[in-house]
C-alpha cells in the first residue's frame, strides 16, 4: 500500500505502482490492483494524520482464503513531514572499519520486562515533567563516552531554564520548539518532547557510531524507569543541526524523549 502527502500524492501514485509491480515481477510474483478500498478506515488503523492518506493498494503474491483477524487499534503512529528544504547539500565521509573491543561500556538497568516492554515513543504529551525526573534525566550524560558531546534541547521543565545546553551547561535559555521542530524536517510530535539529544563528536567513525547508539539505547531504557518514552529521530537538516548548536563536529544522533500519550 501507498501513502503519501496528499499535495503531492498525483504524481507518486503511478511512480510507486510502477515500481512496486515491476519489483514483484523480477521475483516471479502475482500483484492485483486493488480498485476499492475503505480509505477513511486504512488511514484510521494505520494511523495516520490529516496529513497523510493511503492512495493505493496492491494485493501480491498467489490468491487464496485464510482466517484473519480484526484490528483493534491503529498499528503504528505516523507523524507526518513537511520536506520543504530542497537545497540541501551532500557529504561524503569515508573511513575505515577497524574492529575494536574497547567500546565504552555502559551500566544498564535492565531487566527482561523493561526490555520487553519499551517501545519507540511516536506521540508524546507536552506535561511539564517533575523535578526529580529532569534531574534524573540529566545525571544520565554524566557517563558519557569522553569521544562524544551531548546537546540537550529542553522543552518542558518545573525549575531547570529551558533552552540549550551541552551536557549540563546552559547555552541558550528560551523556547526552542519551534527552531528544533524545523530541524527535524518538521516534524510536529516533537515539540511535545521533554528534551532533545543530539550527540556529536569530532570523528566520525565507526567506533563513535556505535558508542552513540549505545548511549542512545541506555538513555531510552533509563528514562523508562521514570515513566518516560523515547524514539530516534532519523531525518533533521544535518548543516542546519551544526549551525544551531555553533558546532562543526559530526552529527551521529538525534532523539527524543518525554512522556508518551497512550
Known amino acids: 500500500m501507498a501513502y503519501v502527502r496528499t499535495d503531492i500524492a498525483i504524481w507518486m501514485w503511478d511512480i510507486s505502482l510502477v515500481l512496486l ?29 490529516k496529513n497523510e492518506s493511503a492512495c493505493i493498494a496492491v494485493a501480491c503474491g498467489e490468491l487464496s482464503e485464510r482466517n484473519v483477524k480484526i484490528i483493534k487499534k491503529p498499528l503504528i503512529e505516523v507523524s507526518p513531514t513537511d520536506y520543504t528544504l530542497n537545497s540541501v547539500g551532500l557529504t561524503q565521509k569515508t573511513f575505515e572499519v577497524k574492529y575494536r573491543n574497547d567500546i565504552a561500556q555502559l551500566p544498564f538497568s535492565l531487566t527482561k520486562e523493561t526490555l520487553y516492554a519499551r517501545r519507540s515513543a511516536r506521540n508524546f504529551v ?19 563516552p569522553p569521544t562524544l558531546h551531548a546537546y540537550i534541547v529542553l522543552l518542558q521543565s518545573p525549575s531547570k531554564p529551558i533552552g540549550l545546553y551541552h551536557q549540563n551547561r546552559l547555552l541558550q535559555a528560551g523556547d526552542l520548539s519551534a527552531g528544533v521542530v524545523h530541524l527535524a524536517v518538521d516534524q510536529k510530535f516533537v515539540a511535545n518532547a521533554t528534551a532533545i539529544v543530539v550527540l556529536t563528536s569530532k570523528n566520525f567513525a565507526p567506533e563513535q557510531l556505535i558508542e552513540a547508539g549505545m548511549f542512545v539505547h541506555y538513555i531510552s531504557i533509563e528514562v523508562a524507569s521514570i515513566g518516560w518514552g523515547a524514539t530516534g529521530i532519523g531525518a533533521y537538516y544535518e548543516q542546519e543541526m551544526q549551525n ?10 538525534v532523539a527524543a524523549v518525554g512522556k508518551e500519550s497512550k
Open 126 to 144: 507536552a506535561l511539564t515533567p517533575t523535578t526529580e525526573q529532569i534531574t534524573h534525566f540529566f545525571e544520565l550524560f554524566s557517563i558519557l
Open 21 to 49: 509491480v515491476a519489483a514483484l515481477a523480477v521475483y516471479g510474483q502475482k500483484s492485483t490492483i486493488l480498485s476499492q478500498i475503505q480509505i477513511a478506515s486504512i488511514n484510521e488503523k494505520m494511523g495516520f494524520s
Open 244 to 253: 544551531f548548536l555553533e558546532t562543526q563536529e559530526a552529527i551521529l544522533y
